[in-house]
Nanobody, 122 residues
Framework: QVDLVESGGASVQAGGSLKLSCAVN?????????MNWYRQPPGKRRELVSS???????TYADSVKGRFTISQDNAKNTLYLQMDSLKIEDTAVYYC???????????????WGQGTQVTVSS
């Protein structure tokens, strides 16, 4: 019912910027309960980077506060992650994750994108 397609991953030097996009394809008029960006560094567990709830509440992991900005374009059904002042430790596969439901009375289900690689070098 929900397809997520990330883009924007690339190799960049430390201090540089990237903007990730996640196109959310909702079928059958499903609604969005919340949207997140996760990342999985090499050899490490997947971690939450940033979230935006349906009420607009935004949160960030401490490691990216002040450098990353999550946003969404409802008209385009697209989630973004602007990443500035990138550090080597930001190197990871970045995943888009959403919670969606068939209607406002239903529970929300989680969906993952395929991931996009971000590599930051010195």
């Amino acid at each position: 019912q929900v397809d997520l397609v990330e883009s924007g991953g690339a190799s960049v030097q430390a201090g540089g910027s990237l903007k990730l996009s996640c196109a959310v394809n909702l079928r059958n008029d499903w609604i969005t309960c919340g949207m997140n960006w996760y990342r999985q560094p090499p050899g490490k567990r997947r971690e939450l980077v940033s979230s935006i709830k349906s009420d607009g509440t935004i949160t960030y992991a401490d490691s990216v506060k002040g450098r990353f900005t999550i946003s969404q374009d409802n008209a385009k059904n697209t989630l973004y992650l602007q990443m500035d002042s990138l550090k080597i430790e930001d190197t990871a596969v970045y995943y888009c994750h959403t919670f969606n439901a068939p209607n406002v009375h239903s529970e929300c289900f989680g969906y993952w994108g395929q991931g996009t690689q971000v590599t930051v070098s010195s």
